[in-house]
């Protein structure tokens, strides 16, 4: 699979969990490009690149998760924005750069219009691309990633189960593993644990493509009816009351 990286399969494999959210994204990203330009991938090699995009996609939502406690949800997604743009969510100095620059080529444009209507040309409308547009435009799958962040935070007492839930689903059950069938693991397959895997695949098809969410679709499968549902801290938080 010359087509695919090494050093893309290495971080996605090892050094996402110590990674920052942006650069987790744009890894993830960058595998769906990648297959997308080399073609379908074989079994079981798409299950296990999937399902290592599913773990550390899993990684960055409960990372920027406990963010939500210091900011909201529109302003971690102006920082995701910036920072899938700029690589780093706090500097806005390329912005600004990008912004002077428009600014001088719309001066000198200007300049070079008077100077040919001061001789009785007529003045062309000509739009001219914006250097600030060109290369800040940030991907339109951020909202769907801020979604999934945000059903993470609301459900902390399932959502801290989800990177043992989904390393059980892929790792072992859609690689013809029995492990996850235990009965110690019956806490983490309930319909609630199902509901936050689907929706980390739909953020997964976003980012990287039909073809790799599509290997990790038969884990919704499984049987998630073991156990009995978590319960949010609200509820508890309401009955105390």
């Known amino acids: 699979m010359g087509y695919i990286p090494s050093h893309l399969v290495a971080f996605l494999r090892f050094d996402a969990l110590r990674s920052t959210p942006h650069l987790i994204l744009q890894a993830i990203a960058s595998l769906g490009r990648a297959v997308d330009k080399g073609g379908a991938l074989p079994n079981p090699t798409r299950v296990i690149l999937a399902g290592h995009a599913l773990i550390a996609l899993t990684a960055a939502a409960l990372a920027d998760a406990g963010k939500l406690d210091e900011m909201s949800a529109a302003e971690l997604l102006e920082r995701t924005r910036r920072a899938l743009v700029t690589g780093n969510p706090d500097d806005d100095q390329v912005l600004s750069i ?9 001066y000198n444009l200007e300049k070079i219009h008077a100077a040919y209507q001061e001789v009785g040309a007529k003045r062309l409308s000509i739009d001219f691309p914006s250097l600030t547009d060109s290369v ?4 339109d799958w951020a909202p769907r990633y801020i979604d999934l962040v945000e059903k993470f935070r609301a459900n902390p007492a399932v959502a801290r189960h989800m990177l043992q839930t989904t390393e059980l689903a892929v790792f072992e059950a859609l690689v013809g593993g029995t492990a996850h069938q235990a009965q110690a693991f019956d806490h983490l397959f309930t319909e609630e644990h199902r509901y936050m895997l689907n929706v980390a695949r739909r953020c997964i098809q976003d980012i990287a493509g039909v073809a790799i969410a599509d290997a990790l679709t038969p884990a919704l499968d499984l049987d998630f009816s073991r156990g009995s549902p978590s319960r949010g801290d609200r509820d508890v938080e309401t009955e105390q009351r």
Do not use: G
């Open 136 to 139: 800040t435009t940030p991907p």
């Open 98 to 106: 990008l912004a002077s620059a428009d600014e001088l080529v719309r």
